[in-house]
């Protein structure tokens, strides 16, 4: 089993930025892909940026690339999403997801741990 808890979400004007944690636990995170995906109401959730085991590969959906970066600290088993510029249309719960076998999945259903969520809010 994968525990994951999201931490540094918040409400942030337009333009701004923030930082979101995932510390993870229970399994040897070098060998776990991490993946952050959003939803806002009455959307389906949606892929935002991944990154392989070893950090080498690393994945964005359009809508956030040149404003998001992810990364990975192995020393303290925690995955960042850094967020620049953000937009209103940012505005969703954000869901850290690990995967413990292979790849570097894009979708929900590649993932097998899902953290409880933070919630990002983007005022206009």
């Known amino acids: 089993q994968v525990q994951l808890v999201e931490s540094g979400g918040g409400l942030v004007q337009a333009g701004g930025s923030l930082r979101l944690s995932c510390s993870a636990s229970?399994?040897?995170?070098?060998?776990?892909?991490m993946g952050w995906f959003r939803q806002a109401p009455g959307k389906e959730r949606e892929f935002v940026a991944s990154i392989s085991a070893n950090g080498a590969s690393i994945y964005y959906a359009d809508s956030v690339k040149g404003r998001s970066t992810i990364s990975r600290d192995y020393a303290k088993s925690t995955v960042y999403l850094q967020m620049d510029s953000l937009k209103s249309e940012d505005t969703a719960a954000y869901y850290c997801?690990?995967?413990?076998?292979?790849?570097?999945?894009?979708?929900?259903?590649?993932?097998?741990?899902w953290g409880q969520g933070t919630q990002v809010t983007v005022s206009s």
């Open positions: 229970g399994r040897t995170f070098s060998g776990l892909a």
């Open positions: 997801a690990a995967k413990s076998i292979g790849g570097v999945p894009t979708s929900p259903e590649g993932y097998d741990y």
